[in-house]
């Protein structure tokens, strides 16, 4: 579904500049989930982890622009790169939560009782409050998937159009040397 509605309202909007819209979301994604992590004191293992992931993803967009601006469609591999590793963390994430809904007392339901329960609250309240994490959790996760698996096509598609029209360049730039070789050759008078 989300996936139609970006496809919908990116219609009319070229491959290159959804590309860079979409390197821009997972970098928007990166800054929202390192702020949820610090707000609610997470280890300090997971911090580090989102802070790296969000150095990559900060240097994959900036790639990806300038794959853009330069037309080099290698510099669009980390951003690819990046958007498959969110896909799998976000395809993880979903499995978790629905481990979490089934089981309560799982890894992931551990983890979310530590976290985001409070302490005093009696079982029933913090299974509830475990429950409704996990599910918001699943419904956030499957909704980044469909956004990554999207970015994914139109980074591919990027891909594909600038090397095209690297493609297309470097056989001008031969055909005119050429041609230009062929004249000097056959009209020396001129030159």
Request: with cysteine; charged share 15%; glycine share 2%.
């Amino acid at each position: 579904m989300c996936t139609v509605i970006f496809a919908t309202l990116l219609r009319n909007v070229d491959k290159l500049n959804q590309s860079r819209l979409f390197a821009v979301l997972i970098v928007l994604s990166a800054i929202y989930n390192l702020i949820v992590v610090c707000i609610h004191a997470l280890p300090a293992w997971v911090i580090v982890c989102r802070s790296i992931l969000l150095v990559l993803q900060i240097g994959a967009t900036v790639a990806g622009f300038a794959a853009v601006y330069k037309r080099i469609p290698q510099l669009i591999f980390p951003i690819i790169g990046i958007t498959i590793v969110f896909s799998l963390i976000n395809f993880v994430m979903i499995i978790f939560a629905i481990i979490a809904l089934a089981d309560q007392h799982s890894f992931y339901g551990q983890f979310i009782r530590e976290h985001y329960t409070n302490q005093h609250m009696s079982n029933e309240d913090r299974d509830s409050k475990v429950r409704t994490y996990a599910a918001t959790s699943l419904v956030t996760s499957i909704v980044f998937l469909l956004i990554c698996l999207r970015g994914l096509y139109v980074h591919f598609a990027s891909y594909k159009i600038l090397k095209e029209r690297l493609s297309e360049a470097i056989q001008h730039q031969y055909t005119h040397q050429v041609a230009t070789k062929t004249i000097t050759k056959e009209f020396p008078e001129f030159y």
